[in-house]
């Protein structure tokens, strides 16, 4: 699994031209799967996800969690995060889990999160054409890879 991970000022995903989900502070995430991917790596990242030091201390450090920061969550499942550029200019999918995979261990990972959190998850809608609007805070943008772990 793949996540890519905003600091956000504010994040909404609108469905059809219609506000789905906001959030207002806190970490946007893009999910992607692959396959191969179990709930192992799901696990991973949530907690990776719920103690990441990405907002200022009263000093103005990056030393705070999602947690101790107040901020909330939003996770979008994001397929493209798979994408091969290996060859020619079209990117492959190929990497990317089917539906049967990858919807479930989304889900389970947004529950993770919620579970460490104890607070809930804004999410987008499985496999829907989403528009996303956010304000990068910072900007903070950090990737995080389950199986490579740095």
Known sequence: MRIVIQ???HAEVSIAGELYSAINGGMMILVGVEHGDTADDAQWLASKTAGLRIFNDSEGVMNLDIRTAGGEIMAVSQ???TASTRKGNRPSYIRAAGHDLAQPLYELYCTMLENLLDRPVARGVFG????????NDGPVTIIID???KE
């Open 7 to 9: 600091r956000v000022t």
């Open 79 to 81: 397929f493209t995060l």
């Open 128 to 135: 829907a054409d989403m528009q996303i609007n956010l304000t």
């Open 146 to 148: 389950s199986k490579i």
